[in-house]
């Protein structure tokens, strides 16, 4: 089969991936209502395209936090790749350089940020930060990030301990033997991190992005203490199931951040239109988790270019079809929210 777009790489990552794999990057919290809320959520947002207007040429392109990339799509962090392809994070970085995108590398990665960095130098490339009980290991992540060009830390505030993800306990999970990981999610986090931490972290000297979150409130304190971005985003429904889809959540707090910070969204974006709808509540961007996974899965690198340029090509394709010639043009008047 040839994918067509990312559902059918889901469908070849199923086929390509053992059950340990499978469900590791499948699954989703309790009963996985979140991680179905965000599809469906999705679809409840109504695109309102304008007629008549000149769309010979369309201009996907824009920046987050002062970087220029291609289209409005982030790689979002996603742990353990080699998991997913012997090329891991690698594969994911060539991919993002050659599609001009960002890539957000995971703490709890099968490669060492160092690394990374060297399988695709000079491209753009943030580091996602979990806070370990031993801070010497996040100590040591962030200086190597640092110390390689990355040009964020992206605080994941959505984990104080991990999620009970039942598919991936059913499949046994397990790190498959030879595979390392750098900083290691299933021990050691601390739970104790607090808002307080946050000027540590920003004494590193780069922008701070907060990943995972959800109410108005928090992307306020957020912004207080300093955050250059704010990711809406539930994790993909792998932490606390009952939330609301991340596409729900984000008018609120667009409406609560008001221009002080850049804000971001992931959790279910399948389709450029959707790419489409969370610009139009104000995102300057959106990020892709298990999209990367799948295409990894499939294809290394060339998998993960494709799925980026599917996408790629479904937001130009819905730009044309809404009336935009531009990414910038698309605004709160493009959508509407009905059952
Ligand atoms: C297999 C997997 C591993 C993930 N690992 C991390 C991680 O290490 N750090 C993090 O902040 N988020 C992690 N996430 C969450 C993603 O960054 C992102 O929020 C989520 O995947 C977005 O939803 P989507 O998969 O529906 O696109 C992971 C998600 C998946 C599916």
């Known amino acids: 089969m040839e994918a067509l777009n990312v559902h059918d790489y889901e469908v070849l990552a199923r086929e390509c991936l053992d059950e340990n794999a ?36 369309i ?26 392809h012997p090329e891991g994070e690698a594969a994911t970085a060539r991919a993002a350089a050659r599609a001009e995108t960002i890539m957000v590398l995971s703490t709890s990665a099968t490669m060492r940020p160092g690394e990374v960095a060297q399988a695709a130098p000079g491209a753009p490339r943030w580091f996602q930060v979990y806070v370990f009980r031993d801070r010497g290991i996040t100590h040591s992540l962030i200086d190597e990030a640092c110390a390689h060009g990355y040009s964020a830390l992206v605080l994941t505030v959505d984990v104080p301990i991990l999620g ?29 991190v607090s ?39 539930n994790h993909g429904g792998r932490q606390l199931d009952g939330v609301p889809a991340s596409i729900d959540a984000l008018p609120r707090v667009v409406e609560a951040v008001d221009g002080r910070a850049e804000i971001l969204l992931d959790s279910g974006v399948r389709r450029g239109v959707d790419v489409l709808r969370a610009v139009a509540l104000g995102a300057q961007a959106v990020m892709i988790g298990r999209p990367v996974a799948y295409a990894l899965a499939v294809g290394g690198e060339d998998g993960v270019v494709r799925v980026l340029q599917l996408l790629h090509d479904e937001v130009e394709l819905g730009l044309r079809l809404l009336g935009c010639a531009s990414i910038m043009e698309v605004g709160r008047e493009h959508v509407e929210w009905s059952r």
């Not at 790689?75 to 998991?83: E, R």
């Open 22 to 57: 499978w469900e590791y990057f499948r699954g989703g919290a309790g009963d996985e209502s979140t991680m179905r809320e965000n599809i469906a959520a999705f679809a409840r947002w109504k695109l309102l395209p304008r007629t008549l207007l000149d769309v010979t040429s």
């Open 59 to 84: 201009d996907t392109s824009t920046t987050v936090l002062g970087t220029p990339v291609s289209s409005p799509i982030l790689l979002a962090p996603v742990a353990m790749q080699k998991l997913a």
């Open 164 to 192: 009970r993800r039942e598919g991936a306990l059913r499949a046994g999970f397990h790190l498959p033997e030879g595979l390392e990981v750098a900083g290691d999610i299933f021990e050691g986090l601390d739970p104790s």
């Open 195 to 233: 808002w307080r931490d946050l000027e540590w972290l920003a004494g590193h000297g780069l922008p701070i992005v907060l990943k995972g979150v959800l109410t108005p409130g928090d992307a306020s304190v957020g912004v207080e203490h300093g955050a250059a971005a704010i990711v809406v985003s």
